[in-house]
């Protein structure tokens, strides 16, 4: 399996992008997606994630996001979005997209597939 991540850019603080998620080799309708983040001198830390459309498709968030990100899935599309508002300074960081069988969404460690993260900057 194969995740490419693609999306982000340089926005203005209170901006918005959409980050994608495309996977190719399996279809994502398998896995828990997640999105997680690192930003410079930092750990990588969870965003968001979702579970599968036919365990409930449930959503999760970081409380730092919580309320301006919206993580979403298209089976169809064997694609991952992440919709990112109010963007603020403090969400520069480098955007990695993952895949797991499990049900551990926000534990970095049971992610099997990682995309090569995309980054985002977020100017004051």
């Known amino acids: 399996v194969q995740l490419q991540a693609s999306g982000g850019g340089l926005v203005q603080a209170g901006g918005s992008l959409r980050l994608s998620c495309a996977a190719s080799?399996?279809?994502?309708?398998?896995?828990?997606m997640a999105w997680f983040r690192q930003a410079p001198g930092k750990e990588r830390e969870f965003v968001a994630a979702?579970?599968?459309?036919?365990?409930?498709?449930?959503?999760y968030y970081a409380d730092s996001v919580k309320g301006r990100f919206t993580i979403s899935r298209d089976d169809a599309k064997n694609t991952v979005y992440l919709e990112m508002n109010s963007l603020k300074p403090e969400d520069t960081a480098v955007y990695y997209c993952?895949?797991?069988?499990?049900?551990?969404?926000?534990?970095?460690?049971?992610?099997?597939?990682w995309g090569q993260g995309t980054l985002v900057t977020v100017s004051s």
């Open positions: 979702i579970k599968r459309v036919w365990s409930g498709g449930n959503t």
């Open positions: 993952a895949g797991q069988y499990g049900n551990d969404y926000n534990d970095n460690g049971s992610y099997k597939y």
């Open positions: 080799g399996r279809t994502v309708g398998t896995f828990v």
